[in-house]
């Protein structure tokens, strides 16, 4: 998904309260497509809802919107399926739109002015053909969707490079749209979107990347209903921050700022004291030649969040280690020199073994791509052997915590988007997880002494 928020360091900590480890490397270069003509974006989703992690792209060159079955489990692809076609497509999303219980793909046409939507008709991606969202949006550039008032269905959120607005479309529940609202207008060219409670008053905020006057700023979730606050500037510099990403950096509970910046090469980073007041610029590299984009996650399984990079002159992809958790990194470590043109790159489990993989799409060479992340983990402690028990599992209704629980402050549950579908505090004898239309569940249970991660299949 242009997929952008910390809470992927769940899924690189699932099933891992302590973790030894015996090192860190990236396999070969694992080639999905190259018939991906144009590729510009990538997001991953249970698509067939098999339990693993599909592939989904957006390619400019060919005007295609296209899935990729997980064949295995284990990063096997099947070649291309086509969702739909849209004319000069560069960004795709993926949420359950229609709330019953499969993912569902978004997309934009830079030069028709839509954006649209395609059911998953089956469950198994078989999808419909285009369902339009809005022509309202000038150059639609970014599309991310989350529940951001809190009614239990996921909204849309669209970026227009022309008009220097952000717009939102809030889901009646079923598919069906109330009238796009304008939320943002005015001094920024917003270019990448991120949904993150960047204040920590329990919902979602909004944050953009721009293009000019202003390069990246945050907007308050006044209500929690959608109603957005004024401009909170966070970085003001000349140069075009061409993407962004919210994550913890330095590990003290927040959302903090990762920047790509094309002009000079950039990847930087701006802590958030909690509130959402942001630090001065801490720079991660200059080395990434007009730098396109920019990711977090735990790549070596040591707790904290490291930071990956895509830059378009010199076709590189690069990772930078968090050397103490507070956000002081290592130099480069460069996975391809190979990734030609404009390049968007994630991270996710692909093949299930527990760490993060990359992925990578590129516009010059149409390349769909992979890395296996080869991390040995010994020493894994899990839920169950600890202090807390999470069963049955997998689940059909009802999920129970059994053990000390009178230690538990909250238990957040959050779907294979990374997204937060339910918050308790676990005063009952179980969670009812029957209405949460994931076939993965990620339950973050927080105590007084630590967040314990547990992955939890859903029949």
Do not use: H
């Not at 070649?79 to 497509?89: D, K, N, P, Q, R």
């Not at 550039?141 to 008032?149: G, L, P, Q």
């Not at 003290?252 to 958030?272: C, E, I, K, M, P």
């Amino acid at each position: 998904m242009k997929i952008k928020s910390s809470i992927y360091l769940l899924f690189a900590m699932v099933l891992l309260c302590s973790t030894l480890l015996t090192g860190q490397t990236f396999g070969p270069l694992q080639l999905i497509s190259t018939e991906a003509l144009g590729a510009r974006d990538i997001r991953v989703a249970d698509i067939d809802n098999d339990g693993d992690l599909d592939i989904v792209t957006a390619s400019i060159g060919d005007d295609r919107i296209a899935w990729y079955e997980n064949l295995d489990g284990n990063g096997t692809f099947s070649e291309a399926i086509l969702i739909g076609s849209l004319f000069e497509t560069i960004t795709v999303a993926v949420a359950d739109l229609d709330n019953d219980g499969d993912i569902d793909v978004l997309g934009s046409s830079i030069v028709d002015d839509i954006v649209v939507w395609y059911e998953n008709l089956d469950g198994a991606g078989t999808f419909s053909t285009q369902r339009l969202l809005t022509t309202v949006v000038d150059f639609p550039y970014d599309i991310e969707t989350a529940d951001i008032d809190g009614d239990g269905d996921t909204d849309v959120f669209i970026s227009s490079d022309t008009f220097a607005r952000i717009y939102l479309l809030k889901n009646n529940g079923d598919g069906t749209f109330a009238p796009i609202e304008t939320i943002v207008e005015g001094n920024n060219v917003p270019r990448s979107l991120v949904l993150y409670d960047i204040d920590g008053d329990s919902d979602l905020d909004l944050v953009s990347s721009g293009a000019s006057a202003f390069q990246a700023a945050w907007y308050e979730n006044i209500d929690g209903q959608g109603t957005f606050g004024t401009t909170n500037i966070i970085i003001q510099q000349a140069f075009t921050v061409q993407d962004i990403f919210v994550s913890d950096i330095d590990g003290d509970g927040d959302g903090d700022l990762l920047a790509a910046t094309n002009a000079d090469n950039d990847v930087s980073w701006y802590a958030n004291d909690g509130s959402g007041v942001f630090g001065d610029k801490q720079t991660i590299s200059t080395n990434a030649e007009s730098a396109f984009s920019v990711f977090a996650a735990d790549l070596d399984n040591d707790g904290d969040m490291d930071v990956l990079s895509a830059s378009s002159v010199d076709d590189k992809i690069a990772w930078y280690e968090n050397l103490d958790g507070n956000g002081a990194f290592s130099s480069e470590n460069i996975l391809t020199l190979e990734a030609d043109g404009k390049n968007k790159v994630i991270a996710a489990d692909v093949d299930n073994d527990g760490d993060e993989d990359v992925l990578f799409v590129s516009q010059n060479n149409n390349t769909v791509a992979w890395f296996e992340n080869l991390t040995v983990v010994l020493g894994v402690a899990e839920i169950e052997n600890t202090f807390l028990l999470v069963y049955p599992n997998p689940v059909k209704d009802i999920v129970y915590i059994q053990g000390n629980t009178d230690a538990i402050q909250k238990v957040e549950i959050y779907n294979t988007l990374g997204q937060l579908v339910l918050q308790t505090n676990y005063k009952s004898i179980g969670v009812d997880v029957s209405n949460i239309a994931s076939n993965i569940l990620y339950l973050s249970i927080y105590t007084d002494q630590e967040v314990l991660i547990k992955k939890v299949l859903k029949n």
